[in-house]
Nanobody, 124 residues
Framework: QVQLVESGGGLVQAGGSLRLSCAAS????????MGWFRQAPGKEREFVTA????????YYADSVKGRFTISRDNAKNTVYLQMNSLKPEDTAVYYC?????????????????WGQGTQVTVSS
């Protein structure tokens, strides 16, 4: 069982930056692949980024590539999402998710555990 708690959301102007954090409970964090998803009002939840067990590989949606960076600190049981050059279209609730060991990190159904979400609002 893993519990995920996101933090770091807020209101920022276009072009600004935010760093989201997702703290995980449990002693086996290093064996979970981690992802960030987002859901804007009236839209379906979508993949943003994911990171493999040992940070060996990262994946990004085309819409955030070059602006967002995912990282993890297994010693702190935490995954981060650094968001730079934010745009109004990045406005959404951002969710952290975890899936056990190796799999398709791009597929939302593969994630077992989800955080409660944190709101990110980018003003123009």
């Amino acid at each position: 069982q893993v519990q995920l708690v996101e933090s770091g959301g807020g209101l920022v102007q276009a072009g600004g930056s935010l760093r989201l954090s997702c703290a995980a409970s449990g002693r086996t964090f290093s064996r979970y692949e981690m992802g960030w998803f987002r859901q804007a009002p009236g839209k379906e939840r979508e993949f943003v980024t994911a990171i493999r067990l040992s940070s060996s590989s990262t994946y990004y949606a085309d819409s955030v590539k070059g602006r967002f960076t995912i990282s993890r600190d297994n010693a702190k049981n935490t995954v981060y999402l650094q968001m730079n050059s934010l745009k109004p279209e990045d406005t959404a609730v951002y969710y952290c998710a975890a899936r056990w060991e190796v799999g398709n990190v791009l597929a939302m159904p593969e994630y077992t555990y989800w955080g409660q979400g944190t709101q990110v609002t980018v003003s123009s």
